[in-house]
């Protein structure tokens, strides 16, 4: 594998209703209007998503915006914000995590604001990052990490081609240290 840093991944991506862009210094207060509207869902799954425990702040939500950026092109994270086509509207979060060059193989992460579920967005970006992913990445294995009870996300890893491996009993603790399952998915480039 050569250098990722010789890599040349697209801090856009676009699909027929999507626009996913890399987050900006800036972004911080459209981040935060969307986690603060759908706190309550995110944090049904803390031991998945343990930075949700925090109270949002637009500050907080302008750190992440600013480490996303940099990070991005240090080729060590590849969020992507999603908004509708227009640009109109931050719709949710999707991305590649932590890398393992040496394979390669990323972690495909996402969630949708509330008032947007049930459109199939998250459905469409994970398609866009993943084709992204395989085409100028080169990953050779893409994975879904989800609780065992977060039957949306598993529902979205399943409508983009990701095949249930395994199921992970008692491998994380959630907040209130009660011990939660992890089912991983993946994918690889032939998979269609």
């Known amino acids: 594998m050569r250098d990722p840093l010789l890599l040349e991944p697209s801090s856009t991506l676009a699909t027929a209703r999507l626009l996913l862009r890399t987050p900006a210094p800036g972004d911080g207060p459209l981040l935060f209007d ?3 509207e759908s706190l309550r869902e995110l944090r049904r799954y803390l031991a998945s998503m343990p930075w949700v425990a925090a109270e949002p702040s637009v500050e907080a939500s302008e750190v992440f915006c600013r480490s996303a950026h ?3 092109h240090a080729r060590k994270d590849f969020p992507y914000l999603i908004f509708e086509s227009s640009g109109s509207r931050l719709l949710g979060v999707c991305g590649l995590h932590r890398p393992v060059w040496g394979t390669p193989k990323l972690e495909v992460g996402y969630w949708c604001r509330t008032s947007a579920l049930g459109n199939g967005y998250v459905t469409e970006a994970v398609q866009a990052v993943c084709a992204h992913a395989f085409e100028r990445l080169g990953a ?3 994975e879904i990490l989800a609780d065992s009870e977060n039957l949306a996300s598993r529902r979205v890893a399943e409508r983009c ?3 249930l491996e395994g199921t992970l009993r008692s491998e994380r603790r959630d907040p209130r240290g009660c011990l939660r ?5 993946a994918r690889f480039p032939d998979d269609t």
Do not use: E, K
Request: hydrophobic share 60%; charged share 10%.
């Open 161 to 163: 081609g990701f095949v």
């Open 70 to 72: 940099a990070n991005f």
């Open 34 to 36: 969307a986690v603060a």
């Open 181 to 185: 399952d992890t089912c991983i998915y």
């Open 140 to 142: 050779a294995r893409l």
